[in-house]
C-alpha cells in the first residue's frame, strides 16, 4: 500500500462524519423561509452533476450509460414532482420559500455510501454506489431546474417585476 492510498483513506474516514455534521447544519438553514435567487438555484443545478464527475474521476469508476441515464431521468422527475411542494412567495420584488431538505439527505446518504463502499469494497461495489449518487444528483437537478422556471414565472407575473 503506498502513501497516496493510506493518505486517500484516511481522507475517506475523515471525510464521513465532517459530511454528516455540515448536512445536518444545512438542514437546519434550509427550513427556514429564505429569498430564493437565480444564482443559488444555478448553483445547485451546475454543483451536484459537478461534484458527481469530480468524484467518480478521483475513483476511477464509472456506471454504465445503460444504468445513469434511467436514474438521472427518474432522479429529475422525481425531484421536479417534490419541488412542488416548496410554495414560493412575492415578497418585495423577492422570491422567498421554504425549501425542502429530502434530496440534501440522500445526496448526504447516497455520498457516504458510496465512500464507504469505496474503503471497504470492490471497484463494482463502488460503482453501484456511484449509482446511488447519480440518482441524487438527477433529483437535485430537478428540484432546483423547478424552482428556477417556477421563480422566474412568479417575478415575470408580479406587477411590480414585469415589463410594460
Do not use: H
Amino acid at each position: 500500500m503506498t502513501v497516496l492510498t493510506v493518505l486517500y483513506k484516511i481522507v475517506g474516514f475523515v471525510s464521513v462524519p465532517l459530511l454528516i455534521i455540515s448536512t445536518l447544519m444545512m438542514v437546519r438553514s434550509i427550513r427556514r423561509s429564505q429569498k430564493i435567487t437565480s444564482g443559488s438555484l444555478l448553483f445547485g443545478l451546475a454543483f451536484s452533476p459537478g461534484f458527481l464527475i469530480l468524484y467518480s474521476l478521483l475513483l476511477g469508476v464509472q456506471v454504465a450509460v445503460k444504468w445513469a441515464v434511467p436514474l438521472t431521468m427518474l432522479g429529475v422527475g422525481l425531484g421536479s414532482i417534490w419541488a412542488q411542494s416548496t410554495n414560493l412567495t412575492l415578497r418585495g420584488g423577492n422570491v422567498y420559500g421554504s425549501r425542502s431538505v429530502w434530496y440534501l439527505m440522500l445526496w448526504c446518504a447516497s455520498y457516504v455510501v458510496t465512500e464507504l463502499l469505496a474503503l471497504f469494497s470492490t471497484d463494482g461495489a463502488v460503482a453501484g454506489g456511484l449509482a446511488t449518487m447519480i440518482f441524487s444528483a438527477g433529483s437535485a437537478i430537478g428540484m432546483n431546474g423547478n424552482l428556477l422556471l417556477r421563480r422566474s414565472w412568479l417575478l415575470a407575473a408580479s406587477p411590480r417585476t414585469a415589463a410594460p
